[in-house]
Every structure is written in C-alpha cells, then in structure tokens.
C-alpha cells in the first residue's frame, strides 16, 4: 500500500506530467490566423488606443452580447475601476470578500469603500437577502461579483437594487458569454465588466471589456479609458490609461470565433471530471450557479477535510508537485488581505462562509491545454491520494 504513495512526486517520485497543466483556458490560435491579423497591424501601421482592430472587436462584442457599447480595456482591473469612477458615487459599495482582490480594490482606487458581503456556501456567491441586510444610508452601490461560468442571481440584483435606488454594476470578469434569467450577461446592471486574461474563456493576452446600454456613461468612460482621449470629449473628475492595443485585438477576435467551440469542449471535459469526481471521497464538485447557459470555464470544487482526509492546501501541495497547476480562487479572501486586513478590521470574523470556502475550495485544470486523458490521469491520482490519506496526513506531520 504504501508503495503507491513513493510514486508520488512529493515525495521523491517522478511527476506523473511531463508538462505543466495550466488551470484555465489558455487557447491559442493557429499560426496562419495570428500572422494574418499581425500583417493587417503592420500594413495598417496602427498599435493603440481605439484602433480599426479594436473598433471592430468592440462591435463584434456588442453584437455577440447584445448590448449598445462594449468598451475595450486593457485588463479587467482597469475596466472595474473606470466603471467605479465612471457612475460618480461616493460612500460605500456593498461587495463579497470571496473574489479576486480587484473587484474589492477598483472601489478603494476610485474613493470608495468596500462593504464586504459574505456569500451562500452552496455556490460562493452573494445572495439579494445577505446583501439586503447591509443596506444602509451610507451605502451607495452594490458590485455583483460572477464567478466561475456561474451568477449571483443578476435579475434579482436589479429589483434590489431598484427597490433600494441604488447603483449597480457587475464583475463578471469569469462570465464571459453566460446566460442568466434568459439574457446574456453583458446588459445587467448599469454596467458589466469582463476580463480577457490568458486563463479565461475568451482571451487577448491580457483585456477585458465594459459594456453598458447608457450612452452618457459609455461616453463618460471611454474618455477616462485613455487620458488623451477617444471619440467625443466629455467631463470626467480624472483620466488613466485603459487602452486596448491593436495586437490586444488581434487575439481577441482570433479567440471569439473559436468561442463556442471552447466553451463546447470545456463544457465535455467539465462533465467528465464531475461524472469521476462522484466516487472520489470528500471531494464535492460546485456546478455553475444560476445560469442557463455557463462558459464552463472553471472546475470548482470543495475538499471536505473530514472525509478526504487531508486539508485541502495539503492536497494542492501533492497536486502541484505532479506539475497540476490547481488553483485556491480565493484566498485568503479580500477581508483578510491588504489593505483590508488592516484598514477594515470588522470583517476579520464576520464572514464565516467566505472564510470556509477560503479555506477548502480548489480549482482543477481545464481549457485548451487539457486532454479528456488528463482528466482521467488527473482523477485517479486524486482518488490514490484520498485512499492513502492517512498516511499521507501522517508523514505530512513527522
Ligand atoms: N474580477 C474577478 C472575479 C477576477 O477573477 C479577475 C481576474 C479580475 C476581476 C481581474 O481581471 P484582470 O485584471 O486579470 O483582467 C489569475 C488571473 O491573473 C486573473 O485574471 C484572474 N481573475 C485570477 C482569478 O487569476 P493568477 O495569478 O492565478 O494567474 P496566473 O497569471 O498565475 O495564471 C494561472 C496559471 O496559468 C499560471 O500559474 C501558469 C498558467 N499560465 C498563465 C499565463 C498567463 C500559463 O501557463 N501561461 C500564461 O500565459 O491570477
């Protein structure tokens, strides 16, 4: 028995990968299509900010989501803290701790603070009645965090939002391409921001878009996207370079139109792992939250340490020495991060699902990288370490 546990890498066997397997997307093009849209960049001597390449991706997004303006950006950090910006609030912005940090610190780059929100442990993400119960007369917003090719609920979020007359926008830089309450996500909320890194569904390197169906604040924003501006001239309180690159757009429009493809494949790969998964002991997997329609591009699951027998981080460490690039999205949670950890310390204890979650969720490789064998090679190492985990857990702590 403890034979199988010398295979594994941690503890001086060979990797079980002879490369590394990524944790997202990271698709790309075929040669051929990627020097042909470079060649148009060269011929057409144009690098940046609202380019020909650009202009048209951003009305093939608007097309693709069904919305007036998408703004190209140049990551969706940047494009977080324009909209923030942007709808000219000041106060205090309700929000989850369990996201990636940017969501929280686009408020805090704009002026404003950050309210942090716990969310459902069923599917990591805030709910209309936890949000509802830190509505107060100093808070101004809520920003809805997507995540995971799932939702918050973003229908619902409206009617609160409305009811409260409060402003509302969303983070859905993991939703690229979700259909949630029957529409696209792009048209929620006064605006929606999405990300196009290397690791997401849809990606230009980096990137990212913002897209709204307000005319006033599209052109508001696309004059703080870029401190010597593009298109007409409005007043904004303040600039920043968030502009999109030529190059940028080149990528993005090569991977849109192999989008539903990724999606369907990722989609497979997705069942594949949750159909294994099944058998594997203390290991739950998270299915995209309240949508019909999910991008599939992420494999969430939670690892119950009582009955995998080993703490999730433990598990992640076994992982990663076979070179599987599992990921912890979040951790350590926003709230207990900086500047927050110190700036805003009531939250310390106050978020006990983020906090859990924090503490077991773990992200399993999928996207362009990824064989179905992977998977399966992927799976029945997971379940060796579970049915070895005590003496795992033992030599963990000689
Ligand atoms: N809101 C939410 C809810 C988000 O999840 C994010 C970003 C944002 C806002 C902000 O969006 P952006 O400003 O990034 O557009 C990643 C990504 O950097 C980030 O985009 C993502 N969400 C976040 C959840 O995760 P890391 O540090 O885990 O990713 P990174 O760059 O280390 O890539 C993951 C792994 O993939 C690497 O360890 C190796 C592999 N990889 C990565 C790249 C970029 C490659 O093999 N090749 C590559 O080119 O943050």
Redesign the pocket.
Known sequence: MSSDIETLAVFGGTPRFSR?L???Q?YFPDWESYEAEMRGIFEREYFTNHGPLARQFEQELADFLEVRHALCVT????G?VIVSVALSLTGKVIVPSF??I??AQALTWAGLEPVFCDVEVSTGHLSVELAEELITEDVKGILG?N?WGGTCGPRDFESLAHHHGLSLFF?S??AFGCTASGRRLGGYGAAE?F??????TLNST???CITTNDDDLAARMRNIRSSYGAGSPVDVPITTNGRFSEAQAALGRLSLSRFHANVERNAQLWARYAQALKSVQGIAVLPPALVDESNWQTLSCVVDPGRFGLHRDQLLSILKAERV?A?R??YPGCHRSPPYKDSLPQYRDALPNTDALCETVLQLPLGAQLEPTDIDEIVALIDLIQRHSGEIARRFSS
Not at 75 to 78: E, G, H, K, L, S
Not at 195 to 200: I, L, P, Q, R, Y
């Open positions: 590394i990524p944790v997202g990271l990551n969706a950090t940047v977080l996201t990636f940017a969501s965090v995540l983070d830089a993991q921001v990300s196009f890194h290397a690791t997401k980096e990137g990212g690039n990921r999205y979040f």
